[in-house]
């Protein structure tokens, strides 16, 4: 059974300084790892996936990789800025079945 | 672009009512499903359809449960009978082709 981990629960960087998220998943049979924001009370923005045959996606100023054989993905965000402020969730899905199993999130503040 | 619309935004009802939440997914898409999300704790899987029927089902989702697709368009959950642990945001998503999940606004749903 897929385990996703999201550590740090919280965190607060200063604006304009770059950060990685982090993202731990226990089985190396991984297929696509998806990233998404959440805004307090709202729904899941899909920021980037990360098929099978990938290692990283980009999107400005994200970029997102995965180590299967580690079992880690990173989100790295360039030049935080307030408007980053939400909570990122990463989630993960088995070969032949995209359901999603989801970490408990990273709730980031960007101070101005 | 397209979206998946969730209807109603926000949901009370008395305990021990029928409810049920609708949901719009992307047009072109295959694959369905409902999530949903306790106030402060992970986002859970809750059941995927996909040609008419329930493909995989969560632990979650026992016989108060119910999932149907009535038309091309409509997805819908109904809980038959609510109680207080019922209370939560659920997330309606859909996936096409190239297998990245789009996720609702979410209903939130608040047994009173």
């Known amino acids: 059974k897929q385990e996703v981990t999201q550590i740090p629960a919280a965190l607060s960087v200063p604006e304009g300084e770059n950060l990685v998220l982090n993202c731990s998943f226990t089985d190396s049979a991984i297929y696509n790892l998806q990233w998404f924001r959440q805004d307090p009370g709202k729904g899941l923005t899909s920021l980037l996936l990360?098929?099978?045959?990938?290692r990283e996606q980009t999107s400005g100023r994200l970029n997102a990789s995965l180590d299967k054989s580690s079992g880690r993905s990173t989100l790295y965000i360039a030049a935080s800025q307030p408007g980053d402020s939400a909570t990122y969730l990463c989630?993960?899905?088995?070969?032949?079945?995209?359901?999603?199993?989801f970490g408990t999130g990273t709730r980031l503040t960007i101070i101005p | 672009e397209p979206e998946v619309t969730q209807t109603p935004s926000h949901q009370v009802t008395q305990m021990g009512q029928e409810v049920i939440l609708r949901c719009v997914p992307i047009?072109?898409?295959?694959?369905f499903y409902w999530y949903r999300q306790i106030l402060g704790q992970k986002v859970e899987f809750l059941v995927s359809f996909y040609n008419n029927e329930i493909s995989e089902k969560s632990e979650i989702f026992d016989d108060q449960f119910s999932v149907e697709r009535p038309d091309g368009s409509n997805f819908t959950l109904k809980i038959r009978s609510t109680k207080l642990e019922d209370s939560a945001m659920y997330f309606c998503?859909?996936?096409?082709?190239?297998?990245?999940?789009?996720f609702g606004q979410g209903t939130r749903l608040t047994v009173v």
């Open positions: 990360i098929q099978s045959s990938q």
């Open positions: 047009s072109n898409h295959l694959y």
């Open positions: 998503a859909s996936i096409g082709g190239n297998t990245e999940a789009f």
């Open positions: 989630a993960g899905s088995n070969f032949g079945n995209e359901k999603l199993t």
